[in-house]
């Protein structure tokens, strides 16, 4: 018999990978599963990389915020909120529990698990439950996801991670053997305090350069790609990648030989498709969001303690070796 599951994490890039081991726990536990996932249309993507996802709802509430109460965005929601009570789930799980998701759970058919009131970061959310689990909060978001699930489908979580990716992998392999080998960079953030120093990515990108790698820098925007621009002004074997789809980006991810990028969401995908991926962190803590992936990885630094110079560059050579 079937087992119709709405899984409910909405944003952000980050949040949603490390979500994708929790989906194969679940698909692995529960027999004839049918998971659907409802997530940020800018996001939408990552859900449809996993197999085990049978459809993906998406929501537009980042969009829809600016502009709430117009005719248009009522109307979009009008059609969303109608297609959501329209489904029937046995169970729905809000992977977020935040006041913003709860207004999607609340639509929704079905037994509504979440996290309880001491596990929260929104404790109001949980009101809205009518199975509220304990999980311990100061531990990686990967393992928080995989009790959670374990949690609400009465399973203990086994063995590492599987984030569910292997197609990315199959298919940059055969790019890895004819292409000339090359490093990811990302080393813009949303916001300033989370940006690394100048002269320490030059020196990153020095010794990139002299093992043999191209460097391709990500930007999100007009304005990072403008920053990556001038970071790599006088490097020949440098470029900035134009903005593409995640897709697009995930492939250029899964290909690399190894990345350096600041604490974002791609740079934790590249950790997810088993790349050897170094995260710089500054204005938040690797405690709750560490790099997890089948590969070498390190996260540096912490809340207000940037890693050192010679810090990233040693990983950087671990990694290599």
């Known amino acids: 018999m079937t087992t119709k599951i709405l899984i409910v994490r909405t944003s952000s890039l980050g949040d949603l ?3 994708l081991p929790a989906i194969s726990d679940i698909a692995k536990h529960v027999p004839d599963a049918q998971i659907d996932w409802l997530a940020e249309d800018a996001f939408a993507s990552i859900p449809v990389w996993h197999p085990a996802v049978s459809d993906v709802l998406q929501v537009a509430h980042r969009r829809w915020r600016r502009a709430w109460w117009s005719s248009h965005v009522r109307r979009e929601r009008q059609v969303f909120e109608a297609d959501l009570q329209s489904r029937q789930y046995d169970i729905v799980l809000d992977m977020q529990a935040l006041l913003k998701s709860v207004c999607w759970v609340r639509l929704a058919s079905g037994v509504k698990h979440g996290l309880d009131w001491r596990s929260a970061r929104e404790p109001l959310a949980t009101l809205f439950y009518d199975v509220r689990h304990r999980v311990e909060f100061w531990q990686p978001a990967v393992t928080r996801q995989r009790l959670l699930a374990a949690s609400a489908f009465g399973y203990s979580v086994q063995g590492e991670p599987d984030f569910g990716l292997q197609r990315f992998e199959l298919q940059a392999q055969a790019a890895r053997r004819s292409d000339t080998p090359y ?7 949303s916001r300033d305090d989370k940006l690394w120093p100048v002269p320490d990515w030059h020196a990153v990108f020095d010794l990139l350069t002299r093992r043999g790698l191209q460097l391709k820098l990500l930007a999100g925007n007009p304005a990072e790609a403008e920053r990556a621009q001038a ?3 006088g490097h020949s074997n440098a470029e900035v990648l134009p903005r593409g789809t995640l897709t697009d980006t995930a492939h250029h991810l899964a290909g690399a030989t190894l ?5 974002s969401g791609l740079t934790h995908l590249s950790a997810a498709l088993g790349r050897p991926t170094i995260g710089i962190y500054k204005a938040s803590t690797p405690v709750r969001t560490p790099l997890v992936g089948a590969a ?3 996260s540096l630094g912490d809340r207000d303690q940037p890693p050192s110079r010679q810090a990233v560059l040693a990983a950087i050579e671990q990694a290599l070796r």
Request: no cysteine.
């Open 183 to 189: 490093a990811m960079i990302m080393p813009s953030a």
């Open 231 to 233: 970071l790599i002004r």
């Open 259 to 263: 990345m350096v990028g600041l604490d």
């Open 296 to 298: 070498f990885t390190a």
């Open 17 to 19: 990978v490390h979500m």
